[in-house]
């Protein structure tokens, strides 16, 4: 789903440049004319072809660098909407099976006895979570679109859990170490969040870093989930890095900044260090 389509590339160097040929045709059709006029035009139009190719050349850079700026920003536009797309997906299933479990219990008290008032809120209940389930499921259909509904998921997007991605990172060639403390009970949207901040972190190192040492850290510090995530750089001086389109961290800002967290991405002795804080309001 995309709501911006793509910059077109345009220059008005084009029609200047057209110009400038057609110039250079007349001032060849000028060749061995005789007059006064036959000394003094060529020289005119080939100066003032020159001049104009020169400034064609100098709007053609600068619409170019002008078209690089919109592509880049439409390209982070698109990184962020992705995001929320696959936010709005997780919360989808998430609630959705909050509103299962919900509908399930409600229905599995039809046969036990119980007061006339009871029944009928258990009953409201269990039809309010199943509508509420069906515009769920409508509002996912609209968010994905007819261009993105039967999109195929990318492979890395069954790495759901942390072993999984630790796995996934050893097989890669790094060499991970986790440090994970008890937090306790986290909502699930909070593990998600952890679980995409340790996979793209985790990615980002096997691009830019190669195979090397990656300290990944997980704690709470209060009401808040702490996942840090930490390379030693370039293990080899003949590596060469094979960086993505560069916004995986934009999109990964824009699922921690929706449940009211922060990341910080910034180098450190000589590696790269991903730190996102997610607040977490589940009762311990």
């Known amino acids: 789903m995309s709501i911006h389509p793509r910059p077109a590339w345009r220059s008005r160097a084009v029609p200047v440049v057209a110009a ?3 110039i250079l045709v007349m001032a060849m ?3 061995g004319a005789s007059g ?8 005119l139009i080939g100066g003032g072809a020159v001049a104009a190719a ?6 053609w850079r600068a619409d170019r660098a002008s078209y690089e700026r919109r592509l880049t920003a439409w390209a982070a536009s698109e990184a962020v909407l992705d995001e929320r797309l696959r936010i709005a997906r997780d919360l989808h299933d998430l609630v959705s099976h909050g509103l299962g479990l919900i509908t399930v219990r409600a229905a599995a008290t039809r046969h036990l006895p119980k007061p006339p008032a009871v029944a009928a809120a258990l009953t409201d209940i269990e039809q309010t979570s199943r509508d509420a389930t069906a515009e769920l499921r409508r509002m996912l259909t609209v968010l994905r679109g007819p261009s993105t509904e039967a999109a195929p998921r990318a492979p890395m997007d069954d790495l759901g859990t942390l072993p999984t991605i630790i796995d996934w990172a050893s097989a ?3 060499r991970p170490r ?3 403390e008890p937090v306790g009970d986290v909502s699930p949207g909070v593990q998600v969040a952890v679980c995409r901040t340790v996979r793209e972190a985790l990615t980002n190192v096997v691009r830019h870093a190669g ?4 300290d990944i850290a997980l704690h709470r510090d209060g009401d808040v989930v702490v996942v840090v995530v930490a390379d030693d750089g370039p293990a080899s001086t003949g590596w060469r890095a094979t960086p993505g389109a ?3 961290l934009l999109g990964l800002r824009e699922r921690v900044s929706s449940l009211g967290g922060t990341l910080v991405a910034e180098p450190v002795e000589g590696g790269f260090r991903v730190t996102a804080r997610i607040p977490d309001e589940v009762p311990r």
């Open 20 to 22: 400038v040929a057609v």
């Open 29 to 31: 059709c000028t060749v």
């Open 36 to 43: 006064p006029a036959a000394r003094f035009i060529p020289p």
């Open 54 to 59: 020169v400034w064609a050349l100098r709007r």
């Open 172 to 174: 890669a060639g790094l």
């Open 178 to 180: 986790l440090a994970a």
């Open 211 to 214: 195979p090397t040492d990656v």
């Open 246 to 248: 560069g916004h995986g």
